[in-house]
């Protein structure tokens, strides 16, 4: 299927391209054709992930019966078609393409920073240019900092990718095109936002006119290894490749033709913990420690063969696993399956991009998941699906892509899943249980209870009505509600009785990987041992083992080989990218008794029974192949669980008034770990609306403390005027040790302390 194209039929269709049969499908480019049959046909301005840009012409064919030659990346396929995609006169025009590209762009690659990866200078060689034949007045256009990325207009050649991918993938919409002969530019029209997701248009961009900020200058693009991997950060298990050179990553790429990467993906590299080495007597302490305890509590930033290691140290032990974020989304995702009689929710990222209206409920997305929000972003880009965000804060970075905010109450989204259930499944055949259900709901007072207009509802499905291909996206409010489970029972008759393509995003890390392996408990008692948390004894990748008396070093996740599970059900292999000379979690299984190698050895003993395959880790693939398809891992299997459809009433809980706190880190930040990678650093502070400030009686600039699950908060409280109303946002990825410790319902009511004013 056509990547841009809901209409393709998928009709096969045979054509010829250079004397080669091609059998492909309709709807497809001549170019797709081609690729899928290994036939290269230049371009400059093509990417595959984006609509067609249409401005170079290097893609130029002849088809046999046109006249003149034809864009090949915009020209679909069509049967029967004779193609020539290289002949002495398309050769001529793609030489003088390529003089003309060189106009003012000065070859003097040996001082620039994209030389030795430049298409301009690939292209200029296969084309065999080897002089500037025409040039035009000299301009000053002086090289733009942007912050994470940099700007040189001299070296621009115009082809627009940076500008799509900032519209079509990311969203950011902060660059834009500005014509002007030969002094057209580009520029950033929200250059204060310092938006990292414009890593992502550096990215593509084919010269050396976009880069980052960081890497320029550091060094040679192929001094640099490469090694494979998958992003840890948010739960998306993004590819991604570390660019190392003596041990120091430089950069993150990735394969920019398929993929993306958000801004915590691309700088959120330099987390390793460094210069450690084995320390006999920390680790014996560990072991003791280990076989003591009666919990172990953890935090979801681990492999999935950590996590098995922790499930069989359980078995031997009899150890409490706690990991709060994990275990409320393997509850929920229980409730879940106990409805749609599986183990995974069935939607996919691609299913979002390719609908027509989304409805997400329960995530502040962006900052959740930012490739759910690129997904989100590319359905309104590519199809102007509609997107009914519900959520009782309204994100103004999601603002160019919503087309209906519907705010509810806090601690109101069990009556939310019922009043949504029961409008989309007004016209469906259920059977009489889920009927009585719904009919027995009390729509006026639900309505009432959560804040959520029928009006806004009735408006929400009349926008829907001649939409087809729909997505629920639902997030971690949900999870810990204090009525989860029965939430999660409501959400999954859509799954089960319409056709929606819905996505139970997991939370950050590797939460979904650990919900799936490990036997999770609800609350830890007695002696605990806290890998990457707070305990009586603490295994540490954080780099403060040191300064801690009861603790030992552990490997972060780019220093380790094993897998993700992703929230695309994708389980992702990652690579060692940094060097790490302590004692991992392994050892100390294997001190007290069990018996691998190497940590991977538990590859191929993930549950099979939570749809993990017996594989080895070697075996394990990663890469695209030339039509983008993802040989990563594998995709995790679905199983069958079984099926109980009871639905209690809908609980009425109280609301919160006044002042509420929302648990929610910033875009770019997911845990201890991105927080140590400078290129990130920013100071976390609570903040609020103006509503907000005078609710609570604070001021800007306030020092403030509060206590969320007996975790206390010193912050400083901000003000953030293009917030509104009561609820502020608080980050926990600066809390270190403690933040995995916070695990409740994400709204609270809290009793905030002013501490002194900063001045006074
Ligand atoms: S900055 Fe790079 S990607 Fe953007 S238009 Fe210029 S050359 Fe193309
Ligand atoms: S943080 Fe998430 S969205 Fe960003 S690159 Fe990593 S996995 Fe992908
Ligand atoms: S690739 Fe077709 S016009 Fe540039």
Redesign the pocket.
Same mark, same amino acid.
């Given at each position: 299927m056509s990547k841009h194209n809901s209409l393709n039929t998928g009709k096969e269709i045979t054509l010829t391209i250079d004397g080669k049969t091609c059998n492909s499908t309709f709807g497809k480019t001549i170019i797709d054709v081609a690729r899928e049959n290994d036939i290269y046909i230049p371009t400059m301005c093509y990417l595959t992930k984006v609509k067609p840009i249409a401005s170079c012409r290097m893609c130029i064919v002849n088809v046999e019966g046109v006249d003149g030659a034809i864009l090949s990346c915009q020209e679909k396929a069509t049967d029967g078609a004779v193609i020539t995609t290289d002949n002495s006169e398309i050769y001529t025009e793609r030489r003088n393409i390529m003089k003309l590209y060189n106009v003012n762009h000065p070859l003097e690659c040996g001082v620039c920073d994209k030389s030795g990866e430049c298409d301009l200078q690939n292209k200029t060689m296969e084309f065999d240019v080897d002089e500037q034949p025409f040039t035009t007045r000299d301009q000053h256009r002086p090289v733009e900092n942007w912050g994470h990325v940099s700007?040189d207009p001299a070296?621009?050649?115009?082809?627009?990718? !940076?500008?799509r991918v900032s519209t079509e993938i990311t969203g950011d919409e902060a660059?834009q095109l500005k014509f002007g002969g030969y002094s057209s530019t580009?520029v950033n029209t929200k250059i204060e936002k310092n938006y990292a997701s414009l890593g992502e %248009?550096a990215a593509? !961009?084919?010269?050396g %006119?976009?880069v980052d900020t960081n890497f320029k200058y550091s060094t040679n693009a192929w001094e640099l290894e490469k090694i494979p991997s998958a992003c840890p950060h948010c739960g998306g298990g993004c590819q991604m490749t570390y660019e190392v050179k003596h041990d120091t990553i430089y950069r993150m790429t990735n394969n920019f033709e398929f993929t993306s990467l958000c801004g915590a993906g691309r700088y959120g590299f330099d987390y390793a913990n460094k210069n450690v080495s084995k320390d006999a007597k920390a680790f014996e302490k560990a072991v003791e420690a280990v076989k003591n305890a009666e919990s172990i509590l953890f935090a979801p930033q681990i492999t999935n063969e950590e996590a098995h290691i922790l499930q069989k140290i359980k078995a031997l032990t009899g150890a409490k696993l706690v990991s709060h974020e994990a275990r409320a989304y393997q509850k929920f995702m229980d409730a879940y399956g106990s409805v749609t009689g599986k183990t995974l929710y069935s939607g996919t990222l691609k299913g979002i991009s390719e609908s027509t209206a989304i409805i997400v409920l329960g995530t502040k997305i962006y900052d959740d998941a930012p490739t759910v929000k690129y997904h989100i972003n590319m359905a309104s880009k590519w199809h102007r699906a509609r997107v009914a965000y519900m959520h009782p804060l309204e994100d103004v970075e999601m603002k160019n892509i919503v087309t209906q905010f519907i705010k509810y109450e806090p601690q109101s989204e069990e009556g939310v899943a019922a009043l949504l259930v029961e409008m989309l499944l007004r016209d469906v055949e259920v059977p009489e249980s889920v009927k009585t259900f719904l009919n027995d709901l009390d729509i006026g007072n639900l309505s009432a209870e959560s804040n959520v207009g029928e009006e806004e509802l009735e408006l929400l499905r009349k926008s829907m009505l001649k939409k087809n291909g729909f997505s629920l996206v639902i997030g971690s409010d949900l999870y810990a509600h204090p009525r989860a489970e029965q939430i999660a029972k409501i959400l999954a008759l859509v799954e089960k009785y319409t056709d929606f393509n819905v996505v139970c995003v997991p939370p950050a890390g590797n939460a979904m990987g650990v919900s799936l392996i490990c036997d999770l408990d609800n609350e830890a008692t007695g002696t605990t041992v806290g890998y990457n948390v707070e305990a009586d004894f603490v295994l540490s990748a954080l780099g403060n083992a040191e300064a801690l008396d009861n603790s030992l070093d552990m490997p972060a996740l780019n220093q380790q080989e094993g897998t993700l599970t992703s929230n695309d059900k994708r389980v992702v292999p990652m690579n060692v990218a940094q060097p790490y000379g302590g004692y991992v979690l392994n050892d100390i299984a294997n001190a007290l008794g069990l018996d691998a190698e190497y940590t991977i050895e538990y590859t191929k003993a993930l549950p099979r029974e939570k749809g993990f395959k017996e594989v080895e880790f070697d075996s394990l693939p990663d890469y695209f192949d030339t039509v983008g398809t993802e040989h990563r891992g594998y995709l995790l299997e679905e199983c069958e669980t079984s099926v109980d459809e009871s639905l209690e009433e809908v609980a009425e809980l109280d609301g919160f008034d006044g002042a509420v706190v929302y648990t929610c880190n910033p875009k770019e930040q997911f845990s201890a770990f991105t927080n140590l990678c400078e290129p990130l650093k920013e100071e976390a502070f609570l903040v609020g609306s103006p509503q907000f400030a005078t609710v609570t009686k604070l001021s800007d600039g306030e020092s403030i403390s509060f206590t969320v699950d007996g975790v206390t908060f010193k912050r400083v409280f901000k003000i953030d005027t293009s917030m509104k109303g009561t609820i502020a946002l608080n980050p926990t990825y600066d809390m270190g040790l403690s933040a995995p410790l916070v695990s409740s319902y994400r709204f609270s009511k809290v009793e905030i302390m002013q501490e002194k004013k900063i001045g006074s």
């Amino acid at each position: 299927m056509s990547k841009h194209n809901s209409l393709n039929t998928g009709k096969e269709i045979t054509l010829t391209i250079d004397g080669k049969t091609c059998n492909s499908t309709f709807g497809k480019t001549i170019i797709d054709v081609a690729r899928e049959n290994d036939i290269y046909i230049p371009t400059m301005c093509y990417l595959t992930k984006v609509k067609p840009i249409a401005s170079c012409r290097m893609c130029i064919v002849n088809v046999e019966g046109v006249d003149g030659a034809i864009l090949s990346c915009q020209e679909k396929a069509t049967d029967g078609a004779v193609i020539t995609t290289d002949n002495s006169e398309i050769y001529t025009e793609r030489r003088n393409i390529m003089k003309l590209y060189n106009v003012n762009h000065p070859l003097e690659c040996g001082v620039c920073d994209k030389s030795g990866e430049c298409d301009l200078q690939n292209k200029t060689m296969e084309f065999d240019v080897d002089e500037q034949p025409f040039t035009t007045r000299d301009q000053h256009r002086p090289v733009e900092n942007w912050g994470h990325v940099s700007y040189d207009p001299a070296l621009c050649i115009m082809c627009e990718k !940076c500008v799509r991918v900032s519209t079509e993938i990311t969203g950011d919409e902060a660059l834009q095109l500005k014509f002007g002969g030969y002094s057209s530019t580009i520029v950033n029209t929200k250059i204060e936002k310092n938006y990292a997701s414009l890593g992502e %248009a550096a990215a593509v !961009c084919p010269v050396g %006119a976009l880069v980052d900020t960081n890497f320029k200058y550091s060094t040679n693009a192929w001094e640099l290894e490469k090694i494979p991997s998958a992003c840890p950060h948010c739960g998306g298990g993004c590819q991604m490749t570390y660019e190392v050179k003596h041990d120091t990553i430089y950069r993150m790429t990735n394969n920019f033709e398929f993929t993306s990467l958000c801004g915590a993906g691309r700088y959120g590299f330099d987390y390793a913990n460094k210069n450690v080495s084995k320390d006999a007597k920390a680790f014996e302490k560990a072991v003791e420690a280990v076989k003591n305890a009666e919990s172990i509590l953890f935090a979801p930033q681990i492999t999935n063969e950590e996590a098995h290691i922790l499930q069989k140290i359980k078995a031997l032990t009899g150890a409490k696993l706690v990991s709060h974020e994990a275990r409320a989304y393997q509850k929920f995702m229980d409730a879940y399956g106990s409805v749609t009689g599986k183990t995974l929710y069935s939607g996919t990222l691609k299913g979002i991009s390719e609908s027509t209206a989304i409805i997400v409920l329960g995530t502040k997305i962006y900052d959740d998941a930012p490739t759910v929000k690129y997904h989100i972003n590319m359905a309104s880009k590519w199809h102007r699906a509609r997107v009914a965000y519900m959520h009782p804060l309204e994100d103004v970075e999601m603002k160019n892509i919503v087309t209906q905010f519907i705010k509810y109450e806090p601690q109101s989204e069990e009556g939310v899943a019922a009043l949504l259930v029961e409008m989309l499944l007004r016209d469906v055949e259920v059977p009489e249980s889920v009927k009585t259900f719904l009919n027995d709901l009390d729509i006026g007072n639900l309505s009432a209870e959560s804040n959520v207009g029928e009006e806004e509802l009735e408006l929400l499905r009349k926008s829907m009505l001649k939409k087809n291909g729909f997505s629920l996206v639902i997030g971690s409010d949900l999870y810990a509600h204090p009525r989860a489970e029965q939430i999660a029972k409501i959400l999954a008759l859509v799954e089960k009785y319409t056709d929606f393509n819905v996505v139970c995003v997991p939370p950050a890390g590797n939460a979904m990987g650990v919900s799936l392996i490990c036997d999770l408990d609800n609350e830890a008692t007695g002696t605990t041992v806290g890998y990457n948390v707070e305990a009586d004894f603490v295994l540490s990748a954080l780099g403060n083992a040191e300064a801690l008396d009861n603790s030992l070093d552990m490997p972060a996740l780019n220093q380790q080989e094993g897998t993700l599970t992703s929230n695309d059900k994708r389980v992702v292999p990652m690579n060692v990218a940094q060097p790490y000379g302590g004692y991992v979690l392994n050892d100390i299984a294997n001190a007290l008794g069990l018996d691998a190698e190497y940590t991977i050895e538990y590859t191929k003993a993930l549950p099979r029974e939570k749809g993990f395959k017996e594989v080895e880790f070697d075996s394990l693939p990663d890469y695209f192949d030339t039509v983008g398809t993802e040989h990563r891992g594998y995709l995790l299997e679905e199983c069958e669980t079984s099926v109980d459809e009871s639905l209690e009433e809908v609980a009425e809980l109280d609301g919160f008034d006044g002042a509420v706190v929302y648990t929610c880190n910033p875009k770019e930040q997911f845990s201890a770990f991105t927080n140590l990678c400078e290129p990130l650093k920013e100071e976390a502070f609570l903040v609020g609306s103006p509503q907000f400030a005078t609710v609570t009686k604070l001021s800007d600039g306030e020092s403030i403390s509060f206590t969320v699950d007996g975790v206390t908060f010193k912050r400083v409280f901000k003000i953030d005027t293009s917030m509104k109303g009561t609820i502020a946002l608080n980050p926990t990825y600066d809390m270190g040790l403690s933040a995995p410790l916070v695990s409740s319902y994400r709204f609270s009511k809290v009793e905030i302390m002013q501490e002194k004013k900063i001045g006074s």
